[in-house]
């Protein structure tokens, strides 16, 4: 599989998306934060997630703006959290246009099922149309989940924005969401590093000549999925860049597929009330 730094996938609507983005979830202080997004930059990342629950949407857009960068070189993701409907979601999505202080998002997410997910749709689905999203997508959805609301929505989501290792292997998932155009999203790439020391990981990793984490990354990848691994470390970023010259063989693959034990680090979707 061929795949750079600047590899983008498709989406349904044709908007590009990078293959690899930062997650900025617990970034650290504003400086920290601003910090992190100029190493990805500079590492090559171009793409940024981020959410209003993070308290860091106006860092991601000073340090976008900042970037000296093109704003079309960047893709910028933001969810909507907790909106209870219609009103409260075109409330949500001004406040987060203001907060980063950019003149559009690329991707606007439903963050968790548990709204009134069809009428944030419809707000959503405006937004879309008025050009200050280019695509919208959705979060935590499970195939459950996914079903019903392709059948109550006009526009399929783009995205979906799941929980994704080789510990949480949801293969069905992203079968039923390939089937449907819906490109699959992996939050949580490294399990927040609590299987990077897993054996049959480290070897994969002593056989490719990587590290842990940049197996877990480069996993994803291979499996179709944008990844966004999460981390405030110069060296880690770095490290995290660096998963575009070596493969991963199909036989260290499907160890990797044998590891899953459903394991999470966030609420799985299916509890919430
Ligand atoms: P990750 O799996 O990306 O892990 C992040 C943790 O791993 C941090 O503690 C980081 O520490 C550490 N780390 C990063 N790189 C390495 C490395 N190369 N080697 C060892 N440790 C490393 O977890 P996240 O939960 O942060 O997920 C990534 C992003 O996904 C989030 O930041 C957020 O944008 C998104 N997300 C979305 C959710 C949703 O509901 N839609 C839920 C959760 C996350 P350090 O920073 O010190 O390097």
């Known amino acids: 599989m061929d795949l750079r730094i600047d590899s983008k996938v498709t989406l349904n609507n044709g908007v590009e998306m ?8 617990k970034a650290g202080s504003p400086r920290d934060t601003r910090s992190a997004i100029r190493w990805a930059l500079d590492a090559g990342f171009r793409h940024i997630d981020t959410a209003p629950m993070y308290g860091n949407e106006k860092d991601v857009g000073a340090a976008v703006r900042e970037s000296g960068l093109a704003r079309d070189e960047i893709f910028v993701t933001t969810k909507v959290y907790e909106a209870a409907g219609y009103d409260a979601t075109r409330k949500a999505f001004d406040a987060s246009l203001k907060e980063l202080d ?29 050009g200050k999203c280019r695509a919208i997508g959705i979060s935590n959805f499970t195939i459950r989940h996914v079903s019903a609301f392709l059948e109550a929505v006009d526009v399929v989501p783009a995205v979906n924005q799941v929980e994704f290792s080789p510990f949480l292997f949801q293969k069905e998932l992203l079968e039923f969401c390939h089937a449907r155009k819906i490109q699959l999203e992996a939050y949580s790439p490294l399990t927040r590093g609590r299987r990077l020391d897993d ?9 490719c000549g990587c590290t842990p984490g940049q197996v877990l990354i480069r996993w ?6 944008v990844v966004i ?8 970023i770095e490290e995290n860049a660096g998963v575009f010259d070596f493969p991963i063989d199909s036989e260290q693959i499907a160890v990797l597929d044998s590891l899953n034990e459903d394991f999470r680090v966030c609420p799985n979707p299916e509890d919430l009330p």
Not at 120 to 125: I, S, T
Not at 199 to 204: D, E, F, I, K, T
Not at 229 to 236: A, D, L, T, Y
């Open 18 to 25: 990078p293959r690899l983005g930062l997650g900025v979830f």
């Open 220 to 225: 994803a990848l291979q499996h179709g999925l």
């Open 102 to 130: 950019i003149d559009y998002v690329d991707l606007y997410l439903i963050h968790w099922p548990n709204v009134e997910r069809v009428a944030c749709w419809k707000a959503m689905e405006e937004y879309l149309a008025e």
């Open 199 to 207: 054996s049959r990981v480290v070897a994969v990793a002593k056989e």
């Open 229 to 236: 691994p999460k981390s405030s470390r110069k060296e880690r």
